[in-house]
C-alpha cells in the first residue's frame, strides 16, 4: 500500500510514516492481547481462518480501492491484525509441535517456510505480474492467494473440529 500512496502525489514521508506507525501501535496491542490468550489455553486455528478472512479483506480493499487513501489506511490496520495474529499463533503453534530444545529447529524452519521461500518467490512472481499486467494485478492475486489460505486454514481447522452428527 506504501506504493499506491506514493503513486498518488501524496508525501511518502507523511503518510506512509503515519500508516506505519498505526501499523505499530495496532500490532503490538494486539499481539499482545492474543498472546496472553494463546498461552493461557490450546491454539486455536480459528484464528487462522480469521487471520485469511481479513487478509481476503484486505487485498481486496487495496485492489479495488487504491485511491482511497481512507481505505487505504483501514488496509494497513488489517495488515497490522493479520500479521500479529499469524506470527501469534504460528509460534505457539511451534512451541506445541516442537518443545524444549526443538523449539529453535522448529522456529528456523518456520522462518524459511513461513517467510523466507515466499518472500523470494512472492517478490519475484509480484515483480513479473506488475511488469506484465500491472501493480493493481499483483493485489488481486494476492487477493485469490488469501483466498485460498483461508480455504487451507478452514479445512485444518475443520479437520479437528468434525460436525457433530445428530441421531434421531
Known amino acids: 500500500s506504501e506504493i499506491a500512496v ?27 492481547n492474543e ?5 493461557a489455553g490450546s491454539v ?3 484464528w487462522l481462518v480469521v ?7 484486505r487485498f481486496g480493499i487495496t485492489a ?32 506445541h509441535h516442537f518443545p524444549g530444545r526443538l523449539r529453535g529447529r522448529g522456529q528456523a524452519l518456520y522462518t524459511v517456510v ?13 515483480g513479473y505480474i506488475s511488469t506484465h499486467w500491472g501493480l493493481g494485478t499483483v493485489y488481486w492475486v494476492s487477493l485469490a ?7 487451507c486454514a478452514f479445512k485444518v481447522w475443520r479437520l479437528q473440529h468434525p460436525p457433530v ?3 434421531g
Open 35 to 39: 498472546i496472553i490468550d494463546l498461552r
Open 145 to 151: 492467494m488469501s483466498t485460498v489460505a483461508t480455504a
Open 114 to 126: 513461513g517467510y523466507g521461500f515466499p518472500g523470494v518467490l512472492g517478490g519475484v512472481a509480484g
Open 64 to 95: 479495488g480501492f487504491a485511491s482511497a487513501l481512507v481505505l487505504l489506511f483501514a488496509a494497513q490496520m488489517l495488515h497490522a491484525i493479520t500479521f500479529a495474529t499469524h506470527h501469534s499463533v504460528c509460534i505457539a503453534l511451534l512451541s
Open 165 to 167: 452428527l445428530q441421531t
Open 6 to 32: 506514493c503513486c498518488l502525489g501524496v508525501s511518502p514521508t507523511d503518510t506512509v510514516g503515519l500508516g506505519q506507525a498505526r501499523f505499530v501501535v495496532c500490532a503490538l496491542n494486539f499481539v499482545f
Open 44 to 46: 486455536e486455528l480459528k
Open 51 to 57: 487471520c485469511g478472512a481479513v487478509a481476503v479483506l
